[in-house]
């Protein structure tokens, strides 16, 4: 016997290391749409809204999505009134929202750290309200938010994705561009407080003038409406805690924890009210919890990731780690997305698939 040790090979390694490998190598738009099948696949997709009444378009409608014109203009256009136009409106807009995603996060921009924000954005919270809301205004705020979080140095593309926002919920778009302005007070944001500026004060001229015409018609804006839904918006919140907490980022929460410590104190502070503070306590005392979040921190969320992902990755190959588009691919898979609905109900990943199971299987007591 020589006396010579061998460590034996580790295959869990080599196995992830191949896939890491294979990842890096997938076309781009093949990445994004197998990154969304996986994201169907996890969330499934649900159907929301009502027929959409347009022969008194414009005038703003009695109820709380009065000032949401986004789906409305367009089914008006199109002389679209039957029951799933919205729906179709919608799924329609979450296709050029992929698209979107899929162009401004092209690897020509991003290197290998596209795919990252690709499976971090897609199979994170923003995807699976994305995908759990086809037929409600989430989808203009997503591609809205995609717009000023990665393109949003530019004024003329602030203004761009306000507009989209402000088509989907101008009450979101308020606070969303609200607080990416009050990130922009530290130094790392400082080139996107002109056109975040000018975002929030086309948001707040928009949302003013919707709501002074709503009311001028007998309508109301949500805002007329969160007396009567904050005591459930509070319970639901409430009762499930700590998972309210957890929605509300999932995987992400890595990401911005992350970024956060990096940060000095006063940054710190005011990094955690944009991103934390402010869209928590917003989502407390509304009934649509995750999805509400989600929309009020999307835009944040997408500036904070653009920013620490390459980051990060530059830290973790500063050790010598490489296999992290695996690692991050494998965490988004099965690390669970969950979402607090309106009425208080957790949907948690795959549910619409054992739900599909338990009606196949026979129940016998």
């Known amino acids: 016997m020589s006396g010579e040790f061998h460590e034996p090979p580790n295959d869990g390694l080599a196995t992830s290391h191949r ?39 414009p005038e703003p409608l009695p109820t709380a999505s ?12 199109l002389g679209w009134e039957f029951p799933s136009a919205y729906s179709i409106i919608s799924l329609f807009l979450t296709g050029l929202s992929i698209a979107v995603l899929g162009l401004v996060l092209r690897p020509q921009n991003f290197g290998v750290d596209s795919r990252l924000l690709a499976i971090l954005i897609v199979l994170g919270p923003m995807g699976q309200v994305l995908m759990t809301n086809i037929g409600g205004h989430d989808a203009w705020m997503f591609v809205g938010a995609l717009v000023i979080g990665v393109l949003g140095k ?26 990416l302005l009050l990130m922009t007070l530290i130094p790392d944001f400082k080139v996107r407080r002109k056109p975040t500026f000018t ?30 839904y904050i005591t459930q918006g509070l319970e639901n919140f409430s009762i499930n805690l700590p998972l309210s907490l957890f929605a509300a980022l999932g995987i992400n929460w890595i ?18 009210t944009s991103t934390l503070v402010i869209p928590m306590a917003l989502t407390a005392i509304t009934v649509d919890q995750t999805r509400v979040f989600v ?50 109900s957790i949907h948690t990943p795959y549910s619409w698939l054992f739900s599909k199971v338990g009606n196949v299987i026979p129940y016998s007591p």
């Open 199 to 228: 975002a929030f004060t086309v948001a707040m001229v928009c949302f003013i003038t919707l709501s002074v015409y709503a009311s001028f018609t007998g309508a109301s804006s949500r805002l007329g409406y969160l007396s009567t």
């Open 295 to 344: 929309g009020l921190s999307s835009a944040v969320v997408v500036v904070i990731l653009v920013e620490a992902v390459p980051r990060i990755r530059a830290e973790a190959e500063s050790i010598g780690y490489q296999n992290y588009l695996f690692w991050t691919a494998a965490l988004a898979i099965f690390l669970p997305a969950i979402l607090v609905t309106f009425d208080g």
């Open 255 to 272: 990401v911005v924890v992350w970024f956060i410590t990096r940060m000095q104190h006063r940054q710190r502070l005011i990094l955690i």
């Open 66 to 77: 009065a000032i949401s014109y986004g789906n409305r203009t367009v089914a008006f256009v």
């Open 154 to 179: 530019s004024v003329k593309w602030a203004i761009v994705g306000v507009i989209l926002m402000l088509l989907g919920n101008p009450e979101q778009a308020v606070v969303a561009t609200f607080t």
């Open 19 to 57: 896939i890491d490998k294979c990842l890096r190598r997938i076309h781009w738009p093949l990445f994004v749409m197998g990154a969304v099948s996986v994201g169907l696949f996890k969330v499934g997709v649900f159907f929301v809204g009502s027929p959409p009444p347009i022969a008194n378009f």
